[in-house]
């Protein structure tokens, strides 16, 4: 049984950081890309980052790019996301989500929702002064 479990979310005040991981269950990491999503009250569920399953190259959207870092350790099967500069509009329950990719296809990751095979519970971000 695949699961993925978030963790490190809760309430930070503006301009904090904060760390979540993805660790992973029931298959190796190694052959699958990830993906952190986000969704927010009202609004639709927004992909901002993600990471290859070969070479760990990553990618952010403008509304993260400089502040969130995603990263892997393939070792402990588990993804982390250091945010910091954090700011109200941060504010969401954040999803980690895999996408089994052959590594030898060197194939960079997107951030289609329907590309992804198995999602997080959620872990609640609040950013509140």
């Known amino acids: 049984q695949v699961q993925l479990v978030e963790s490190g979310g809760g309430l930070v005040q503006p301009w904090g950081s904060l760390r979540l991981s993805c660790a992973a269950s029931?298959?190796?990491?190694?052959?699958?890309?990830i993906g952190w999503f986000r969704q927010a009250p009202g609004k639709e569920r927004e992909g901002f980052s993600c990471i290859s399953s070969s070479d760990g190259s990553a990618y952010s959207s403008h509304s993260v790019k400089g502040r969130f870092t995603i990263s892997r350790d393939n070792a402990k099967n588990t993804v982390y996301l250091q945010m910091k500069s954090l700011k109200p509009e941060d504010t969401a329950v954040y999803y980690c989500a895999a996408e089994g990719v052959d590594p030898s296809l060197f194939r960079l990751c997107v951030l289609l929702p329907y590309e992804y095979d198995y999602w997080g519970q959620g872990t609640q971000v609040t950013v509140s002064s």
């Open positions: 029931g298959v190796s990491l190694d052959y699958y890309a």
